[in-house]
Structure formats: structure tokens, C-alpha cells
């Protein structure tokens, strides 16, 4: 009955409480958000969180953040050779996040409902299950993070029936997301999103500018490789400034430097400035939400806030000019994400026909039904005659936007009539994209094809994608019968599930 939201800068752990309301638990320093922070000292103990932050000032090189957006990645997070990918810095963060968990409750951590990016991909995605795997934790449902802001908002009877905007800006990811409310029925109609815009480039907006007065005073820039501990007190400084921007006209930063003290003053018109660019990405990405639902913004009920980031007053502001909203923040912003995946582990259990239960005590089980849908389209690269070249493109199977679970079918020419083997890609990018814009997820070989006199289309290519928007793929060749399935696994590569047959 675990809800995890393993955030780019935080986490959070939740757990829904004998009343039936999520609660968020607190680690082992008695902080409701553990930072997704690891150091590794040179013996190989690890530190997470807050005291992995103070090593990693003192010693950069074995210090890991903001890995989440790495994950998929298989390369070593340090530079020194020894390999330490973001898969093993995920584990590490969730195995303290465990201990934490069942310390605090004195519940153990064998299931939960784990929350990620809307626009993940699949790599992405894979990575992150195995990073639980390792922990023993088996994952319910991989939950995108504006449908879990959805359910904890499920809580609020007055939103029965509506359409929401749940505009989620987090520390390292954009998402948005239009969800239809009818009753306990959630329908996700569409999600957009921006997968490196975060609260980090706000930060960084604010960092900039101190880091160009320090660098008038002293003659020297600091960079966080060579002079962490200028940036110990820094960061906090930075964080605690966007805050205060929002209410003050202006805001003295201090940075320590060399043994001087500079004092940037910035003003909330600069701040404002700085960061327009990066709130105009995120409202072009929720324009493009509304369209691809095929709504109009004044068909839009209700505007959520999700993100720590989403709480600046500026972007509240632009917001609410550009849709007409009021912004809703009934939900800590911060917390909304973990609630959510608390509730919606209870309510995956309740779907398995099993009760969530603290001390014998049945914790109820809120009746929620969503339908989620794909965030990329899925397809298969194909050679394109344009004029006098070739080019090799994405033929979309699945698009984006598709209600989930789902199976699609498409039927394809070979390349030559003497063809006799054939390699189908699977791609996870946009309709017509080049192949190498693409995410290859897998791919399928049929070999000792019979040649053909005429070419037809025969070919079958069927993508089906599960619940955790995880592909599964089927190749048949209509003509001879052979046929190969399989499923990407990013661990142990292509899984064959079944050996090519003729007729």
C-alpha cells in the first residue's frame, strides 16, 4: 500500500492511513523529502539524501543527482572507470527509501505503486522497475505523475464531473496532462510535456546571475568540479531566493568565494525576465495538450498546480492570464504526486480482489477506474521513396495519445521481391521521424523467407502495449507462415518468447 515518487531533485514515500488518507513518510533525519542525492566513498559505502548532498560538496567526483534523467543510460555516473550507472544510483536511493519506510510504519515495503514522467521512455521506464526489482519491491503499476496528482484530487468531491489541467512542473521534468473526470471514471484524453525543463533551469536562471557578479568581484567563475564548497551554502541561498521573489521586489544572494563575500541583488522584474522563456515552453507544451484532446482551454474545468516548481507566484500568474483559470493548489503541490500513488496502490490491490491492511485494520479502498493512454507513438522504420532518395522513417503503429491497454496491426512490403529476411524495428518515436530521431526498443528477424513473383503487403506487424505502456511485438510472415514475439528488457536485451514456425 507504498506509493513511491522518485523525483529528479526529491522523493517521497507514502502510505494510506486506517482512515483512508494518504500520508507521507518521513526518513530517517525526520524530513518529509529525501533528495535523490548518492555519494560513494572510496570504500564503496554510499550515503543518500541530505548527507549525501554535504559529501558530494566536499568531494564532486563521487557524487551522483539528478540521475533520473539518465536512466536508460547504461554509462558509468563517474568518471573515474568504475561503474556506477543511474540504474544502481536509483537502487541505492530506493533501498533507503525502504529502510526509512518500514522504520517509520513497521510496515514492510514488498509492493507499491511507483509514479514517473508522463513522456518517459520505455528505456527509462525499464530501468526504474529493475531498480525496485533489486529491492524486492514488486511494482504494482508504473503510474504517470499527473495521473497520480488525478487521484489524490479524486478526493475532492466537488470534482466529480469535470475536465482538468493537471500542469505538473517539477525539479527536472515538464509534464501536462488533460484528464476527464465522470464520476469515480478518470480518462486521460491527452499528455504533452517537456522532459528537461525542470525547476533546476529556474535555479539555474538565479545561479547565473550570482555567478556573474562573483565573477566581476573575483575574476574568476566558479564551477562546481573544482570549487564545491562554494556552492555549499549557494544552493540553498538560490532555492530560498525564488521564494522570496515571489513576494520581494528585490533579493540579496550571498556567495563566498576565495574568502569574499559578494552580495548579488536581484530584482523580481530580472528574476521574472530570466525565466519567461522557460514558462513559455511549458505553456506552448499544455496549448499542445488541449489541442491534441481536442478540447478548447474554455472546455477546461479546473487548473491544477503539481510540482514544487508550479508554486512561484509568476508562473501561477501567466497561467491563469493565458487559460483563464485559477490555479489550484488545494493539495500541497509537493505532496500531491506521492499521495496519489499511495491511493492508487490501495486501489490496484482492491482490482487484484485483495484488502490493504494495517494491524488486521482494512484500510478502504478508494473506487477509482482510470484510463491511461500512450505518451509516445510506437512504430516500425520503413524505407520511403521522396523523389530521387530514400529515406528511412517511422511508420507509426500506435499513436501517441492511445487509450491503453491496446493492440494495433499494420502490413508491410518487403524491400525487394528476392528478399529473404527481414528485420522489423521497433521505434518509439513521432509519425514520420526519422529513424535515428527515434528510440529503437527492439527488434524482430524472420529469416528464410520464400521470395515472391509481385510484391505484396505481407508483412504483419502487431504491437501490443500493457498497462505500464511496456511493448510487447509480433512479425508474421503471411506467406510462409513464420512468426517471431518478443519483449524488450533492457537487462538481458530481446526476450524471444516464441521460435520461428512455417507453414
Given at each position: 500500500m507504498y506509493g513511491f515518487d522518485i523525483g529528479t531533485t526529491q522523493c517521497k514515500v507514502s502510505y494510506v492511513d486506517r482512515s483512508g488518507n494518504p500520508v507521507i513518510v518521513s526518513n530517517a533525519r525526520g524530513e518529509q523529502t529525501t533528495p535523490s542525492a548518492v555519494y560513494v566513498d572510496a570504500g564503496g559505502d554510499i550515503q543518500i539524501g541530505s548527507d549525501a548532498r554535504e559529501q558530494g560538496v566536499v568531494d564532486p567526483s563521487r557524487y551522483a543527482s539528478n540521475f533520473k534523467l539518465k536512466l536508460g543510460c547504461t554509462e558509468s555516473l563517474f568518471g573515474d572507470g568504475e561503474a556506477f550507472t543511474p540504474t544502481d544510483a536509483t537502487a541505492a536511493l530506493i533501498a533507503a527509501l525502504k529502510r526509512d519506510a518500514e522504520k517509520a510504519t513497521g510496515i514492510q515495503v514488498t509492493e507499491a505503486v511507483v509514479t514517473c514522467p508522463a513522456n518517459f521512455r520505455d528505456d527509462a521506464k525499464q530501468a526504474l522497475l529493475e531498480a525496485f526489482e533489486r529491492n524486492g519491491i514488486k511494482v504494482l503499476r508504473l503510474v504517470p505523475e499527473p495521473t497520480a496528482a488525478g487521484y489524490a484530487y479524486a478526493l475532492d468531491r466537488g470534482g466529480s464531473n469535470s475536465t482538468n489541467l493537471i500542469y505538473d512542473f517539477g525539479g527536472g521534468t515538464f509534464d501536462v496532462s488533460i484528464i476527464r473526470r465522470e464520476g469515480n471514471q478518470f480518462t486521460v484524453l491527452s499528455t504533452e510535456g517537456v522532459p528537461t525543463l525542470g525547476g533546476n533551469d529556474i535555479s539555474g536562471c538565479v545561479e547565473s546571475r550570482v555567478l556573474d557578479e562573483v565573477e566581476s568581484k573575483c575574476g574568476r567563475r566558479p564551477c562546481r568540479?573544482?570549487?564545491?564548497?562554494?556552492?555549499?551554502?549557494?544552493?540553498q541561498r538560490v532555492e530560498a531566493a525564488k521564494v522570496s521573489l515571489g513576494k520581494q521586489h528585490q533579493v540579496p544572494i550571498i556567495a563566498s568565494f576565495e574568502g569574499q563575500q559578494v552580495i548579488a541583488k536581484i530584482t523580481q522584474v530580472e528574476f521574472h525576465k530570466s525565466i519567461d522563456q522557460l514558462i513559455c515552453q511549458s505553456i506552448e507544451a499544455t496549448d499542445r495538450a488541449i489541442a491534441a484532446a481536442g478540447l478548447t482551454v474554455d472546455q477546461i474545468d479546473r487548473l491544477v498546480m503539481v510540482g514544487g516548481t508550479s508554486r512561484l507566484p509568476h508562473i501561477q500568474e501567466r497561467l491563469a492570464d493565458h487559460t483563464g483559470?485559477?490555479?489550484?493548489?488545494?493539495?500541497?503541490?509537493?505532496?500531491?504526486?506521492?499521495?496519489?500513488?499511495?491511493?492508487?496502490?490501495?486501489?490496484?490491490?482492491?482490482?487484484?480482489g485483495r484488502?490493504?491492511?494495517i494491524n488486521g485494520q482494512v484500510i478502504p479502498a478508494p473506487e477509482l477506474f482510470v484510463q491511461e493512454i500512450t505518451a509516445h507513438s510506437v512504430g516500425c522504420s520503413a524505407l520511403i521513396q521522396q523523389g530521387p532518395k530514400q529515406r528511412l522513417l517511422n511508420a507509426v503503429i500506435i499513436p501517441k495519445n492511445t487509450a491503453i491497454p491496446c493492440q494495433r496491426t499494420d502490413h508491410f512490403y518487403l524491400e525487394s521481391e528476392e528478399q529473404t529476411r527481414a528485420k522489423v524495428e521497433i521505434l518509439q518515436g513521432e509519425e514520420r521521424a526519422d529513424r535515428d530521431e527515434c528510440l529503437v526498443i527492439g527488434e524482430i528477424i524472420l529469416d528464410n523467407l520464400p521470395t515472391e513473383t509481385v510484391k505484396s503487403q505481407r508483412i504483419c506487424v502487431q504491437y501490443t502495449i500493457d498497462a505500464n505502456g511496456m511493448v510487447t511485438a509480433t512479425a508474421?510472415?503471411?506467406?510462409?507462415?513464420?512468426?517471431?514475439?518478443?519483449?524488450?528488457?533492457?537487462?538481458?536485451?530481446?526476450?524471444?518468447r516464441?521460435?520461428?514456425?512455417?507453414?
Open positions: 568540479e573544482r570549487d564545491g564548497l562554494a556552492f555549499l551554502d549557494l544552493d483559470l485559477v490555479p489550484r493548489t488545494d493539495i500541497d503541490p509537493d505532496k500531491a504526486i506521492a499521495y496519489g500513488a499511495a491511493l492508487a496502490c490501495v486501489a490496484e490491490m482492491g482490482k487484484d484488502t490493504a491492511t508474421t510472415d503471411k506467406v510462409s507462415g513464420t512468426s517471431r514475439t518478443v519483449s524488450v528488457d533492457y537487462k538481458k536485451g530481446i526476450q524471444q516464441h521460435q520461428p514456425t512455417a507453414a
